[in-house]
């Protein structure tokens, strides 16, 4: 059995993207039925570009000759991520004595798209799997039991 962090062939390459890109959708297709900042485009597209950052020291022989350099790319990814969901959030000011903040649980959508994008390109197909269907049960189920508060 070859390793998960071994350079890949074309096939295993695109059918790892393909997993990012479908882990992406499901939690962004959430945030787009209810009209949020970051809908199915962006969280797709973080979700794969987190999987092609995980790529290159694999498909480089860096993943498997130096975990340093690998920890590294991921640090980079999730301090990335980080300013993009930062930018999702607002801060709404309305009069001088109330203001709301928006945007959090997006933000952490993007967060967690970001990690399935990362499980995906390390080719942990269940547990990107399973995360993005928690994750699409947080978003949604839970979301009916706050509101029933």
Known sequence: MTSLLAPLDWQQTTLRLGVALLVGAIIGIDRQLRAKSAGLRTHMLVSLGSALFILVPIQLN????????????????????????????????????????????????????????????????????????????????????????
């Open 62 to 149: 860096v993943a498997q000759e130096s975990a340093d350099a690998f920890s590294r790319v991921l640090q980079g990814v999730i301090t990335g991520v980080g300013f993009v969901g930062g930018g999702v959030i607002l801060h709404e000011s309305g009069s001088e004595s109330t203001s709301k903040v928006g945007g959090v649980t997006t933000a952490a959508a993007i967060w967690i798209a970001s990690a399935l994008g990362i499980a995906a390109g390390c080719g942990l197909w269940l547990l990107s799997l399973a995360g993005a269907i928690l994750s699409l049960f947080t978003l949604s189920i839970l979301k009916k039991i706050e509101k029933n508060k």
